[in-house]
């Protein structure tokens, strides 16, 4: 569905080059639901733009459902779907017209158009709102008629920028039920970006880890995880000199690497380790901490997150940079 090979976008600024996208090869085969996940300004709007033919690369190449985004811009469009980070419905429009218009825009006849949407609205559970002008509909109504505009003509794969954001997380919910029936029943190939690693974690098969123009991490959120070493495996404690004792006897039970104290304000210090398997060593932990005399305030084990996988590769945390 989907094949880049060195796909380029710089972007003038004055007299500064930004690299806003920096060589990506992406492969997305039929059917595969594939997110996108980097902090603001790591190049995911970019690449998607290019995909979609609403923006030239600077170089490399791009071949999404089947043509040259360069070549063949208008018989990419048609294969296609896309519902960019604003709203794409006009304003003054009632909802049921405007996907009409829309469908109508894209060729098709005046009764498919009316079938395809009527359809459209009730898989998304618009029907109720069809009457309503888009000005009147809620954030997540409106997202939906966003991408039942995205559909109407039927594409295989469908772009979707950031399309939870600003959704509250009952409507977020909602829109994922919709866009996982929506695979289910037209089989339709699904790429977005998101900077929710929840929904990155649960929702995407597959997810391309971009950071600064570049993939950084390319695989299942499993897979992504596997890579960080182990369990985070935390406990705290009154003081800082509780918190170095408690670190000490933690890497003398454990062989583990080094533990890290953390100290924040007004929190009490942390003690940390990455540990294979940290459930299974906690028991043990307890045990060594309390024939120490080391006061536990409270103590707890995290499987690894995307975040965690983020920071092994960059450094940095995808929830700082969000901030
Ligand atoms: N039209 C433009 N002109 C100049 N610079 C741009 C333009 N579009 C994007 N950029 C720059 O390119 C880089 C990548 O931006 P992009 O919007 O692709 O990031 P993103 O990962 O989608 O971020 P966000 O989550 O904020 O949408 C950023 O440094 C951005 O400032």
């Keep these: 569905m989907i094949r880049t090979r060195g796909l380029t976008r710089n972007f003038r600024v004055g007299k500064e080059v930004v690299e806003a996208v920096r060589g990506v090869d992406i492969d997305v085969a039929e059917g595969e639901l594939v997110a996108l996940l980097g902090p603001n300004g790591a190049g995911k709007s970019t690449t998607l733009r290019m995909l979609t033919t609403l923006l030239e690369p600077t170089s490399g190449t791009a071949v999404v459902a089947g043509h040259d985004v360069c070549a063949e811009p208008a018989r990419v469009r048609r294969g296609i779907g896309f519902v960019g980070q604003g709203h794409g419905a006009g304003d003054d429009q009632r909802a049921g017209e405007e996907l009409y218009t829309q469908g109508l825009l894209y060729g098709l006849d005046r009764r498919t158009a009316r079938r395809r949407s009527g359809e459209l609205l009730d898989m998304l559970e618009l029907g109720s709102a069809a009457d309503r002008v888009v000005t009147k509909l809620s954030g997540g109504q409106r997202r939906r008629l966003d991408i039942a505009m995205g559909l109407i003509h039927e594409p295989g794969l469908l772009f979707l920028d950031e399309p939870s954001t600003g959704l509250d997380p009952h409507s977020r919910a909602n829109l994922w039920e919709h866009i996982t029936g929506l695979r289910e029943r037209l089989g339709t190939t699904v790429v977005l970006t998101t900077h929710y690693l929840d929904e990155a974690d649960d929702m995407a098969e597959r997810v391309l880890v971009i950071d600064h123009g570049s993939v950084i991490a390319d695989g299942t959120a499993d897979e992504l995880k596997g890579k ?96």
Aim: proline share 6%.
């Design 228 to 323: 960080v070493s182990g369990d985070l495996v935390a406990f705290s404690v009154p003081d800082e000199e509780h918190a170095r004792a408690g670190a000490g006897v933690a890497e003398r039970t454990l062989s583990s690497g080094a533990a890290e104290v953390v100290t924040a304000p007004g929190r009490e210090p942390e003690v940390r380790l990455r540990v294979e398997r940290g459930d299974t060593v906690l028991p043990e932990l307890l045990r060594a901490l309390d024939s120490a005399g080391v006061p536990l305030l409270t103590v707890r084990v995290q499987r690894p997150t995307l975040d965690d996988v983020f920071l092994t590769l960059t450094g940095r945390s995808l929830r700082e940079e969000k901030a």
